[in-house]
């Protein structure tokens, strides 16, 4: 037993070891600019930036819950968003270190350190299958390092980078139905109720289709040896599952079902964020090999184009006749037969609604009527939550994970031709090359600039309780550089777009904002000034230079001359030093 613990915990160590190296490689030159610049580009990653930021602020220094939105969509402060309660994981991870490290290189750290940690854990999934270390490093650098995974990590979608719960999730609830220990069940349903709280995407597009196809698929083929004691074991897993992570949910299914989230529903964007069938096949438009390919460079932006970091959809050149080496040598597996399944329905699931090939959805005519083909994901949008959900495309991470153990079983079925241990190792490192080689999404990594002009920094040191207006406000880059700013000066901002916005929201800031509007007749220093917002900030990076000139001469009119100017931004100060009104303070 000895020696098995310890050539498990050596091959775990390599793995880890392996992914941090792939990790510095394929993101570079990420590691020598994690205090400057944010990793991939300056979109999304700085909404995650914040949430974090605001895990703490909201538990540690004001006491509420971190549904509260009271420090963005000023001067809304009644805002209430329970998808971060019941998506905290990723803030809870970031509080021992944001002290230290700071909102933006605590960003960085958990992006990196999750890339690394799924080739281990993706490679301990494999091998429960595979029994080859070798072959199971193979599906675990897939795993870890795929074109979909790194496209969402480049567009600053660290949830679906954060990943490297789900094969031991996966794992455990295996181990589970095989051993019918209560023990391994409730380990099993700790990391699945930690996994649930990763975010709410994922329970809806990983999650409760890998639990649902999972126990279907078992239950039917061992019906016959089901037994009381597997039954007691499987449902320890979910009812542990249940607890560890009901508690955060909660809010979030009293909120939905009394009406009170209608903002969160999504009328468009379910078949443009769906995969294109052709998607499959086609590597990524950003490959640093690939993309010199006019013909396949030319197909591949038309895939991604509607999306671009939401579209990749990848399944590898080097993967697929590995996967049908797997399925084809170990098909009489159940196992093999369920992975299979597991990777089909959810590639068809990621499809969306309806068919779309080439990026066109596909029509029929037949006497004078024109329809398109649905697909299954269309019942699932009648369901509670689906209907929320325009990114059915995010299915394709189950997607991979089913694909990196049928991977990896091809790979240990083409080494094991191999006679040589050493043969089988570097035959080993050269599939994992070639795997991996073949799903880079981009390279090198872009970074986003992330410093911070000199005025954030000084109104962090200013202990008022006051708000700052940044215009434009509906401009989607600088909304992302407001919540990343905001992180730095800590004080109530009046953008900041946290996953959706309340119409009641939007109204508040569209009424502030006129305030500050050239040509309003408003009197802007006492109008802001009643509202508590002491700076009003113009981002030069949006406005193009007449509307730049206009704001700029009509709020040194009505509040004075510039307080701050640089290449970024141009400050104005509110006279009399104005502070949030009471009644908008109170509870926060």
């Not at 002290?99 to 999934?125: K, M, V």
């Not at 078992?218 to 004691?229: D, Q």
């Not at 119409?503 to 040509?519: F, I, L, N, T, Y």
Request: proline residues 6%.
């Amino acid at each position: 037993m000895k020696g098995a613990y310890g050539k498990a915990i050596t091959a775990f160590v390599f793995d880890l070891c392996m992914g941090l190296l792939f990790t510095i490689l394929l993101t570079a030159p990420a590691v020598r600019f994690l205090d400057t610049h944010v990793v991939g580009y300056p979109l999304d990653g700085f909404e995650y930036v914040w949430k974090m930021w605001w895990m703490r602020r909201s538990l540690l220094d004001l006491h509420i819950s971190p549904a509260r939105l009271a420090y963005v969509d000023y001067p809304y402060t009644a805002g209430s968003n329970p998808h971060l309660l019941a998506s905290p994981l990723l803030g809870l991870l970031a509080l021992p270190v944001e002290s230290w490290l700071g909102p933006l290189q605590t960003y960085n750290a958990i992006l990196l350190s999750s890339l690394a940690l799924s080739w281990p854990t993706g490679a301990l999934l494999c091998y429960a299958f595979t029994r080859d270390r070798s072959a199971a490093s193979v599906g675990g650098a897939l795993y870890a390092f795929s074109a979909h995974r790194m496209a969402h990590a480049v567009g600053g979608h660290l949830p679906q980078a954060t990943t490297f719960l789900f094969p031991i999730m996966a794992l455990l609830m295996w181990r589970t139905w095989r051993t019918r220990r209560l023990r391994t069940a409730l380990w099993a349903g700790l990391v699945l109720g930690l996994s649930v709280l990763v975010d709410l995407k994922h329970v809806a597009l990983f999650i409760a289709p890998f639990v649902v196809l999972f126990l279907g698929f078992w239950a039917w083929t061992e019906r016959r040896s089901l037994g009381w004691a597997r039954v007691r074991a499987s449902g320890a897993a979910l009812g542990v599952g249940a607890l560890v992570a009901g508690p955060f949910f909660v809010p979030l299914v009293l909120d939905r079902f009394q009406g009170k989230l209608e903002f969160f529903y999504m009328s468009t964007g379910t078949v443009r964020h769906a995969a294109d069938l052709l998607g499959f096949v086609i590597p990524s438009p950003e490959h640093p090999l690939y993309s010199r390919w006019p013909a396949v460079y030319g197909l591949s932006q038309r895939l991604a184009e509607p999306g671009w970091h939401e579209n990749v959809f990848y399944l590898g050149w080097v993967a697929i006749p590995l996967a049908v080496i797997g399925v084809w040598r170990h098909w009489r597996e159940r196992s093999t037969r369920f992975w299979l399944l597991l990777v089909l329905v959810s590639m068809v699931l990621a499809l969306g609604p309806v068919l779309k090939v080439g990026e066109q959805v596909v029509t029929w005519q037949l006497g004078g009527r024109t329809g398109t083909i649905p697909l299954p994901y269309a019942l699932l949008q009648g369901l509670p939550f689906y209907d929320w959900c325009r990114t059915p495309g995010r299915m394709f991470t189950l997607t991979m994970m089913g694909w990196s153990v049928l991977v990896a079983l091809g790979a240990g079925a083409v080494t094991s031709r191999l006679h040589s241990g050493g043969l089988q190792m570097a035959a080993g490192l050269l599939l994992i090359a070639l795997v991996v080689g073949d799903q880079v999404y981009t390279w090198p990594m872009p970074l986003g600039d992330a410093q911070v002009p000199a005025f954030y920094e000084h109104l962090a040191e200013d202990p008022a309780d006051f708000a700052v207006l940044d215009l434009p406000l509906w401009e989607g880059r600088c909304e992302r550089y407001q919540i990343y700013y905001a992180t730095i000066h800590g004080h109530r901002i009046v953008g900041g777009m946290i996953t959706r916005r309340s119409s009641e929201a939007v109204a508040e800031m569209r009424r502030v904002e006129k305030m500050a509007v050239p040509g309003s007749g408003i009197d802007a220093a006492r109008a802001l000034g009643a509202e508590g917002i002491r700076y009003v900030v113009l981002n030069k990076q949006c406005l193009d230079e007449e509307g730049l000139g206009q704001y700029s001469a009509h709020l040194a009119d009505r509040l004075g001359p510039s307080v701050y100017d640089d290449t970024w931004i141009r400050a104005y100060e509110v006279p009399g030093k104005p502070t949030v009104p009471t009644a908008l303070r109170e509870g926060t």
